[in-house]
């Protein structure tokens, strides 16, 4: 079945530092969303990303979909102690499944 | 717009007893899903919903796991008899399908289950 791979499980900055997830399928997506889970919180969606060589911004994030659809990443430029929080990419295959498998997420933890 | 409603928040059982969740999704949200999620991983699908249709079970073990959404708005999950394995927060999101695309899913807060 399809497997979702996000790297690393575990990143711990400084304020300030920047960080990246990364995140690998198996099989090719037809599109991948990423969620934000703050300690003790439930998943929050963040952005969703469907074309080949994506790129979109929010702020200091930065989503990527690579040009095979079967990665991305995430990005932050200038880390706060408020993006503290297990960043969890979720990508659908193709075709008529429409179900999203999630990564096990990579877990931020961001020293002031 | 409220959001996901979950009840209960916390639930404590012994093996062997039954236990159900309950779940309203966002006011026009036609798609309700269940998911499981294991400490330190990420939400496992457990069971889709279309209206009241259950368009993707195929993760539920069906031995024990049983979900219903008659009137296609709220959602109840049960599970009996309950293992120790089965500790988790369930969690419920809701998204409106248009057919065409993903559209993002809202979450509630989940019920942290801890069967003792």
């Known amino acids: 079945g399809q497997q979702v791979m996000q790297i690393p499980q575990y990143q711990h900055v400084q304020e300030g530092e920047d960080f990246t997830t990364y995140c690998n399928s198996s099989t090719t997506l037809s599109n991948i969303q990423w969620y934000k889970q703050r300690p003790g919180g439930h998943p929050v969606f963040l952005i969703q990303l469907v074309k080949s060589g994506e790129v979109k911004k929010q702020k200091r994030l930065t989503f990527q979909f690579g040009e095979a659809k079967k990665n991305s990443s995430l990005h932050i430029t200038a880390t706060q102690t408020t993006d503290v929080g297990t960043y969890f990419c979720a990508g659908r295959a193709g075709g008529s499944n429409y179900k999203l498998t999630f990564g096990k997420g990579t877990l931020l933890t961001v020293n002031p | 717009e409220a959001g996901v409603v979950q009840s209960p928040r916390y639930k404590i059982i012994e093996k062997k007893q039954p236990v159900a969740f309950w779940c309203n999704p966002i006011?026009?949200?036609?798609?309700l899903y269940w998911y499981l999620q294991n400490l330190g991983q990420g939400p496992e699908l457990l069971i889709r919903?279309?209206?009241?249709?259950?368009?993707?079970d195929s993760q539920l073990p069906k031995d024990r796991f049983s979900a219903e959404r008659l009137k296609g708005v709220d959602s109840t999950l049960k599970i009996q008899p309950a293992e120790l394995g089965d500790s988790a927060v369930y969690l419920c999101a809701s998204s409106r399908w248009t057919g065409k695309a993903d559209n993002e899913q809202f979450f509630g807060p989940g019920t942290r289950l801890t069967v003792l």
């Open positions: 919903y279309e209206n009241e249709e259950a368009v993707d």
């Open positions: 006011s026009g949200h036609n798609t």
